[in-house]
């Protein structure tokens, strides 16, 4: 199972295997207190990406498809993602974007369980 939670909020048990899957480290989040058990940082979206969706919801779909095309090239990290998923049974993503419901994340969680075997 994977969960999407944003990093600012408060860790919990239930989110099992933590990983941050932005590139950039979170703003006033110290490492301690971010529990966070591996940063993930090159599954991100690229810098170019990034700077280009800006979070603007009309460039969502957009968005979408360019990183899932990012995706396709990090196999690599995608196979070790279902491998923590599969030995922790549930892994949460943690991101800093504010919309919960437009960011890398969520479109990282619908690649992975699509290529899941």
């Known amino acids: 199972m994977i969960k999407l939670k944003r990093i600012y909020e408060n860790p919990n048990k239930d989110d099992g295997f933590r990983i941050l899957v932005d ?16 940063w993930l940082k090159d599954i991100a979206p690229s810098d170019s990406l990034i700077k280009w969706f800006r979070h603007k919801p009309e460039r969502w779909q957009q ?25 922790y049974k549930t892994i949460t993503f943690l991101f800093s974007a504010k919309d919960v419901a437009h960011n890398n994340a969520v479109v990282l969680k619908e690649f992975v369980e699509k290529n899941s075997s």
């Open 63 to 87: 968005f979408k498809i360019k990183y899932k095309n990012e995706l396709k090239s990090k196999q690599d990290l995608v196979t070790k993602i279902k491998e923590l998923e599969k030995n």
């Open 23 to 38: 590139r950039l480290w979170p703003r006033g989040i110290s490492r301690q207190q971010s529990k966070i058990d591996l």
